[in-house]
């Protein structure tokens, strides 16, 4: 059995604050034992090496994770705004196209959730290509366990059977709790976990059929997607369930419904009861309580019952069970107070490493910071601030105004204001200093790069 995996990893994960972030969504985060992304992508290795779409912004996340974690992936595409699944969708077509592969079957994946039964997924997988192959669009249903307010359902016609193909009636919104018990009573509702299965030209006949303005233009994409810019940001955002899926006939469209140990994540309820991140807290006077942290802390509840608490390095939120879905609501809250809240985390990833900032005062700011194996920082200067920095792992090379520099755990530096200046470890082995700043502006624009490795300007 062999097919392209696309594998769409946008999004923000905004019902999973504060751990996921705008800048450091869900997809990443250190909520397995692996970030979901690898988890997924190495579940689909053995199908052949994929293609994600994603985010400009995501980048050197994207491109750490797969180097750090040896993953095969033929191709990323980056969006350079979101515009949600449909445009992504049609943009892996259009690449394909280019690749002379529109005969080819491709099977769309999210890249945020947990599937704990693959040999299940290998199952309909095969069936489902078998549909595609007589061109046909599959999606797969996931059976409920609970009437989930938080996923859309695929209704297929009575009497449909695990692992088998089945006829879709309806594609339903997510529902309110009420009309979701009335649709795990039915037992022809299934959840919609958003994958699909197809033949790329049949997808592009469907795109010119019912998106002909979104197929018109990523049409005009030029092979080397030189000009994706300025066409992806003229594209409507919508997803491929409104665009294609809802419009499509029965002899078009089939489901198969199935039970894979699937789950999206998506809300802290469903995350505390598989995270690996759980700590046990101390109870008094208090029950059925759930802590997520990966601090070093002790936690304390008293006289409360049913909550979730989620501790981070700058936030903290609590909420009760069975309500984390309103997290979103919160977010949107913070947005209009405090955005760099719903951003940021204190931990900021580079191409080169990471650096988590430690103090950030009117007066001084501090950081410890990260250099990997092999990797240095640019060669840059900063207007308004010197720095002082103290190796505390690892041995560097700093270059200082052209003049090369040794300095190894416990050794210092100075960097003063407008002095040309980069870090570099040549070693196999992680470099890590303390970095404190003072001056009169700390902000990460206050920047000039001379030479930088990963092209940025």
């Known amino acids: 059995m062999k097919f392209t995996p696309i594998i769409l990893s ?11 972030r705008k800048q450091y969504p869900k997809q990443f985060c250190d909520l397995l034992d692996k970030s979901l992304q690898t988890l997924t992508i190495e579940r ?50 259009r690449y394909l196209e280019f690749q002379g592969k529109s005969e080819e079957i491709i099977a769309v994946f999210p890249s945020d959730a947990q599937i704990l039964k693959p040999e299940v997924l290998d199952t309909v997988l095969k069936t489902a290509i078998d549909q595609a192959q007589s061109g046909s669009v599959v999606t797969l249903g996931i059976q409920p366990k609970a009437p989930e307010t938080g996923f859309g359902y695929i209704q297929v016609k009575h009497g449909a059977t695990l692992n088998q193909v089945a006829e879709v009636l309806k594609f339903h919104e997510k529902p309110n709790l009420d009309k979701a018990k009335e649709f795990l009573a039915d037992g022809n509702f299934f959840w919609n976990a958003g994958i699909f299965i197809f033949k790329v030209s049949k997808m592009i006949e469907h795109f010119k059929k019912y998106e002909p303005e979104l197929w018109q233009k990523i049409a005009v994409l030029k092979n080397d997607l030189s000009n994706l810019e300025e066409i992806y940001g003229s594209l409507k955002s919508i997803s491929l369930d409104y665009a294609v899926m809802e419009k499509l006939n029965s002899n078009e469209l089939k489901c198969i419904p199935c039970e894979m140990g699937w789950s999206d994540l998506g809300s802290w309820d469903v995350v505390v009861e598989n995270a690996t991140g759980n700590v046990n807290p101390t109870q008094v006077g208090a029950k059925g309580n759930a802590v997520f942290s990966r601090e070093n802390k002790k936690y304390g509840l008293v006289g409360c019952d049913d909550l979730i608490v989620v501790d981070t390095a700058d936030a903290l939120m609590i909420c009760k069970k069975g309500e984390s879905q309103k997290v979103k609501d919160l977010v949107e ?3 209009k107070t405090d955005a760099k809240i719903v951003t940021q985390h204190t931990v900021e990833h580079r191409p080169w490493g ?12 501090s950081k410890i910071i990260t250099v990997e194996p092999g990797q240095q920082i640019s060669y840059q200067s900063h207007a308004k601030r010197s720095e002082h920095w103290v190796i505390v792992q690892g041995e560097a090379f700093v270059i200082l105004n052209d003049e090369e520099i040794k300095r190894k755990a416990g050794e210092y530096i100075f960097i003063p204001v407008g002095a040309k200046h980069r870090i570099i470890n040549r070693s196999q082995y992680s470099v890590e200093f303390v970095e404190v700043q003072t001056g009169t502006y700390f902000g990460e624009d206050d920047i000039v790069r001379y030479q930088d490795d990963y092209g940025r300007a």
């Open 44 to 93: 689909l290795q053995k199908y052949g090496a994929g293609v994600i779409v994603t985010s400009a912004t995501l980048k050197t996340l994207t491109e750490k994770n797969i180097l750090q974690n040896n993953l095969k992936i033929s191709k990323v595409l980056y969006e350079p705004v979101g515009k949600n699944t449909a445009p992504a969708v049609a943009l892996a077509c």
């Open 354 to 365: 990471k650096f988590e900032i430690l103090r950030d005062e009117a007066y001084f700011k």
């Open 333 to 335: 809250s913070f947005e």
């Open 10 to 20: 946008g999004g923000s994960g905004t019902r999973l604050w504060p751990v996921s």
